[in-house]
């Protein structure tokens, strides 16, 4: 093994450690904190599992720093499913303050996302509003993009010769496209059942069609429903001329339906490389003012691929698709610290409402196979690392929200499950017999470690066989 392969993997090893660590460690110091508040006793508070490397005592309190990194414990008096009321314990104090205790680690995966949010945010910038531009951001090293003279900071500005994306930009209100349906910001995706992400793609198949209307599938992000977002509509094929020029192109199909098409954008260009594995593509890049052409061949590899069937359900199966090894990022701009923390709240605001949507979508059916266990977590931050630890910080973010909306979930062992245990027992105005507590704790436990070996197993088998989860 090289040294670059063994820094690249101490690499995501530190990644996993970071990723882990943080997200459990926030959460367990969340109860600690609000136990000593309100005068708990508070058994252990370690940093890690296994056997411990320091340990020192203070008071009733045991500090530890163990040897496996992944997150961290707290062992407060009486907190134990089953468990006696004890003095100084979780069940000797006032039942709103035993909640507040449970759900500050809830609240501390919240104030974690935020941090991360913030330092990512006055680290690397936030992206500019003003400038679409599509940027090199990085270039993985043996790539396909190092090997074709990709460099950092060139900015992408045609694709196989065409600067447009399949975004609407302009839907003419007496046009074919208006009057089938189409609105200004939709992304054209499909061409009948076939995915499409370059507009020549498109004009190719429009121009080759022998039907009267062609079908097409258009996004609607603004859809509140997922399954809502895709509609198809038949629109008349225009006449249509080969045309050499892209530009032309696009310009005859436009006119023909009614609509101009936007900017090139970072999906037009992923899309394409996609579809493209082992085939040269060529990119036309701004560089020191100068535009240069680059001939890239993307290599093949398997990732989860977003598909939409005809209903609008969304599946992620894996897919054998081209890679050519970069980061592209928008242009940036600076901010401050205050700025910067404002940008962490609605990020973490964002990554908590992102996270309860994502359950819905799952429990609702829209999206389906898209829950991932430990080892995915671990692959995934692995895989961030490569690209650089802003996205491990941000993924950081990312994994407490979900840390935070699953704990809250109603269902044992979670801290949502003790927290209606503790307002049924508020309402019955005595404790829940604590035989009970634990057979149901018990059960819930089961549940998860069975669910969460079941993903383990698939998440496993896939590494195994595609080389991600």
């Known amino acids: 093994m090289e040294l670059s392969e063994v820094l690249s993997t101490l690499n995501g090893i530190a990644a996993i450690a970071v990723v882990l660590g943080l997200c459990l460690y926030f959460h367990e110091a969340g109860h600690f904190l609000a136990a000593k508040a309100f005068g708990c006793k508070v058994h252990d508070f370690a940093f890690g599992f296994g056997p411990s490397l320091i340990a020192k005592k203070r008071g009733?309190?045991?500090?530890?720093?163990?040897?496996?990194?992944?997150?961290?414990?707290?062992?407060?008096a009486?907190?134990?499913?089953?468990?006696?009321?004890?003095?100084?314990?979780?069940?000797?104090?006032?039942?709103?303050?035993?909640?507040?205790?449970?759900?500050?680690?809830?609240?501390?995966?919240?104030?974690?996302?935020?941090?991360?949010?913030?330092?990512?945010?006055?680290w690397v910038g936030v992206p500019d509003p003003t400038d679409e531009s599509i940027i090199v951001g990085k270039v993985l090293p043996d790539s396909a993009a190092e090997r074709g003279g990709l460099m950092v900071n060139d900015r992408l500005v045609a694709i196989e010769d065409c600067?447009?994306?399949?975004?609407?930009?302009?839907?003419?209100?007496?046009?074919?496209?208006?009057?089938?349906?189409?609105?200004?910001?939709?992304v054209i995706s499909k061409f009948g059942r076939t995915p499409v992400h370059h507009p020549m793609r498109l004009y190719q198949y429009v121009l080759q069609s022998t039907d009267e209307r062609v079908e097409i599938?258009?996004?609607?992000?603004?859809?509140?429903?997922?399954?809502?977002?895709?509609?198809?509509?038949?629109?008349?094929?225009?006449?249509?001329?080969?045309?050499?020029?892209s530009k032309r192109a696009m310009q005859a199909l436009g006119d023909a339906w009614g609509v101009k098409f936007g900017d090139l954008n970072t999906d037009t260009i992923v899309g394409t490389i996609a579809l493209r594995r082992g085939k040269p593509v060529n990119i036309t890049v701004l560089r020191e003012g100068v535009e240069t052409n680059v001939?890239?061949?993307?290599?093949?590899?398997?990732?989860?691929?977003?598909?939409?069937?005809?209903?609008?359900?969304?599946?992620?199966?894996?897919?054998?698709?081209?890679?050519?090894?970069?980061?592209?990022?928008?242009?940036?701009?600076?901010?401050?610290?205050?700025?910067?923390?404002?940008?962490?709240?609605?990020?973490?605001?964002?990554?908590?409402?992102?996270?309860?949507?994502?359950?819905?979508?799952?429990?609702?059916?829209?999206?389906?196979?898209?829950?991932?266990?430990?080892?995915a977590?671990?692959?995934?931050?692995?895989?961030?690392?490569?690209?650089?630890?802003?996205?491990?910080?941000?993924?950081?973010?990312?994994?407490?929200?979900?840390?935070?909306?699953?704990n809250m979930l109603p269902f044992?062992?979670?801290?949502?499950?003790?927290?209606?245990?503790?307002?049924?027992?508020?309402?019955?105005?005595?404790?829940?017999?604590?035989?009970k507590d634990l057979a149901f704790t018990l059960a819930g436990f089961i549940v998860i470690v069975i669910f969460l070996l079941i993903l383990t197993s698939r998440d496993v088998l896939n590494l195994i066989r595609y080389g991600t989860p």
Request: with cysteine; net charge positive.
């Open 78 to 122: 009486g907190m134990e499913p089953g468990a006696e009321a004890v003095e100084g314990g979780f069940h000797s104090i006032a039942r709103y303050k035993s909640a507040i205790i449970l759900c500050a680690g809830v609240a501390m995966n919240v104030v974690l996302a935020i941090i991360v949010f913030t330092v990512v945010a006055v």
């Open 217 to 245: 599938a258009a996004l609607d992000y603004t859809a509140a429903n997922l399954v809502d977002q895709q509609r198809f509509v038949l629109l008349q094929r225009p006449d249509l001329q080969e045309e050499a020029d």
């Open 163 to 186: 600067r447009l994306s399949l975004t609407l930009r302009e839907v003419s209100k007496d046009g074919i496209a208006h009057r089938a349906g189409l609105r200004t910001g939709m």
């Open 60 to 76: 009733e309190t045991t500090y530890r720093v163990n040897v496996i990194p992944f997150g961290g414990y707290v062992r407060i």
């Open 412 to 435: 044992p062992p979670f801290d949502g499950f003790r927290v209606a245990l503790l307002g049924v027992e508020g309402v019955m105005r005595r404790r829940i017999d604590a035989n």
């Open 295 to 375: 001939t890239v061949v993307p290599t093949p590899a398997w990732a989860r691929q977003a598909v939409r069937d005809r209903s609008g359900t969304v599946t992620a199966p894996h897919a054998r698709i081209g890679r050519i090894g970069v980061v592209l990022q928008g242009a940036r701009s600076r901010v401050g610290l205050m700025q910067g923390l404002k940008i962490g709240v609605l990020g973490s605001y964002g990554a908590v409402r992102m996270v309860g949507a994502s359950l819905w979508l799952i429990a609702t059916k829209q999206v389906q196979g898209a829950a991932g266990g430990p080892v």
């Open 377 to 406: 977590i671990m692959a995934m931050s692995a895989e961030q690392a490569k690209i650089g630890w802003d996205a491990v910080l941000r993924w950081v973010g990312i994994i407490s929200a979900n840390l935070a909306v699953i």
